[in-house]
């Protein structure tokens, strides 16, 4: 069991730490390469496995609720922590429901449940960026815009993929191997991005970083056990659910938090505090989901 959680979780960390190391000493610049894979590399993969003639979005239908009720769940818990103890609800509640569904949920998913869990997967990122780009924005900006969500590529890729795939449309070979292609860069390089960004977090603001860390995946698994006992989710949908709530926040939310000027310094601590943690939450949730039923 040990080495199996290990040789999951081992390729992960790996590709993340040469880009901690190559970040810590090149200090690349990333934005171009991040705003690559966001608007070019996801986006084809997501488009590519929802042309699939394999892939059934009805498949996913009570994942995808578990996945929204579970990020909403850790946002009202979150809120509630918040009041009760004096936080700042607005910055500590999207962290808690926003995590590194892309960067390495897929990567995680694959590796422990094997391919066939990345469309599952697939699933998820879209509802995580769809409330990312709506609930998100609304509680750091204060105010609703959902027509921002529309203008992202991968919202936009969802939509045609999901177009293609009502219709049966199917991807000619000399456009479907170029996407697939161009998919598979996209999660080495979001493990790879992951890396180098946690070389520019800053560690201020440490007690709620650290609070968050344990916060995020005690909430999100108690969640996630919570819905698979109540929901009618298969034993794949259940691994792939427990495994999305221990998922530390995602960079997304430092971003956003800066960008509104809701205490970025205190989301950027929970971001990368959280995202240190999860080399031990993560085997964690990896030994609860391999455990024999």
């Known amino acids: 069991m040990l080495s199996q959680v290990f040789n999951i979780v081992a390729p992960l960390f790996l590709i993340i730490s040469v880009g901690y190391f190559y970040g810590a000493r090149v200090r690349p610049e990333m934005r171009i390469t991040n705003q690559l894979v966001m608007d070019v590399f996801m986006p084809a993969l997501i488009f590519h496995v929802m042309v699939q003639d394999s892939f059934m979005p009805s498949q996913y239908v009570w994942l995808v609720i578990a996945g929204c009720a579970l990020m909403l769940g850790s946002g009202v818990v979150a809120y509630l922590f918040a009041k009760l103890f004096g936080y700042h609800a607005r910055s500590m509640m999207p962290p808690a429901m926003f995590s590194n569904w892309a960067n390495l949920g897929l990567p995680l998913y694959i590796f422990a449940l094997g391919p066939v869990a990345l469309d599952g997967g697939i699933m998820l990122v879209v509802a995580g960026n769809v409330l990312c780009f ?6 750091y900006s204060g105010r609703f815009s959902g027509l921002s969500m529309l203008k992202t590529p991968i919202i936009a890729a969802v939509i045609l993929g999901g177009l293609c795939n009502s219709l049966s449309l199917t991807m ?3 456009l479907d191997t170029p996407l697939e292609m161009m998919g598979q860069v996209a999660i080495p390089m979001m493990l790879f991005s992951l890396g180098v960004r946690l070389t520019r977090v800053s560690f201020k603001d440490a007690k709620i970083g650290l609070i968050m860390a344990a916060f995020c995946p005690i909430v999100g698994i108690s969640l996630a056990f919570a819905l698979a006992y109540i929901l009618p989710l298969s034993d794949l949908h259940r ?13 997304i939310n430092y971003m956003l938090s800066e960008q509104y000027d809701c ?3 205190q989301v950027a601590s929970m971001v990368v505090i959280g995202n240190l943690a999860s080399v031990v939450f993560l085997p964690l949730a990896l030994i609860l989901v391999l455990l024999p039923t």
């Open 134 to 139: 709506t609930v998100g924005t609304y509680i």
């Open 172 to 174: 000619p070979p000399f």
């Open 239 to 251: 691994g792939i659910l427990i495994l999305f709530g221990a998922l530390p926040p995602a960079v």
């Open 263 to 265: 205490e970025p310094d």
